[in-house]
């Protein structure tokens, strides 16, 4: 497979992922941590770091908004559910450390 055709393909990939994750808000981002040690949130992060290597800068709330298609603030506010302290001590040390 010829890199740009795999390139398109991971990036229609990367677009339903993103697509999957606004049509399903219910699944939180901590679910999302204690299933598979990433969020949204990490997406953005990683979307924003690739732009700066690829020399044009997107900013980490740039980055939210394309992922959760919405400015965050507006997703935290409908979406959002409240933690228990607990459940967030436990993936404290997992939260955004990649």
Not at 38 to 45: A, G, V, Y
Request: aromatic share 12%; proline share 2%; with cysteine.
């Amino acid at each position: 497979m010829n890199n740009n055709i795999k390139e398109k393909i991971e990036a229609a990939t990367f677009r339903r992922l993103l697509k999957h994750f606004q049509e399903n808000p219910k699944v939180q981002n901590i679910d999302l941590m204690e299933l598979a040690g990433f969020c949204r949130n990490c997406i953005s992060k990683w979307y924003s770091e690739e732009s700066k290597e690829n020399n044009l800068e997107v900013n980490y709330d740039e980055a939210k908004e394309l992922v959760y298609g919405m400015p965050y603030k507006e997703w935290k506010e409908k979406f959002q559910e409240e933690q228990s302290d607990d459940r967030i001590d436990k993936l404290s040390s997992k939260f955004h450390n990649h």
